[in-house]
């Protein structure tokens, strides 16, 4: 059974750092395609990155213009967790993070098989 779980929601000040956690148990999270959304309250659910394995032996990502540069995405092997390390953030960060994992990586959601339940990440002024 395939699961993912989030963690690492919270308030924080804009210009502040956040890192968001999510424990993948039931896959390998570095040989799927591994993405983080957001959604916001009154929009859709939309992309901030993915991670997926390159065409060699590297790790490939791709991010929003919203986040590129401010956001990094990572995967520890060894605990099979996927990070998003959220630096310089802005009062329109706030929405709820998702993890999603699927056969490959892509900024459609319908790409993915998975979800987590969702961690809630809110920056004050």
């Known amino acids: 059974q395939v699961r993912l779980v989030e963690f690492g929601g919270g308030l924080v000040q804009a210009g502040g750092s956040l890192r968001l956690s999510c424990t993948v148990s039931?896959?390998?999270?570095?040989?799927?395609?591994m993405g983080w959304f957001r959604q916001a309250p009154g929009k859709e659910r939309e992309f901030v990155a993915f991670?997926?394995?390159?065409?060699?032996?590297?790790?490939?990502?791709d991010y929003s213009d919203s986040v590129q540069g401010r956001f990094t995405i990572s995967i520890d092997n060894t605990k099979n967790t996927l990070y998003l390390q959220m630096n310089s953030v802005k009062l329109e960060d706030t929405a709820v993070y998702y993890c999603a994992a699927g056969a490959s990586a892509a900024r459609l959601r319908d790409e993915y098989d998975y979800w987590g339940q969702g961690t809630q990440v809110t920056v004050s002024s």
């Open positions: 039931g896959l390998t999270a570095s040989a799927h395609g």
């Open positions: 991670i997926k394995r390159g065409n060699w032996f590297g790790l490939s990502t």
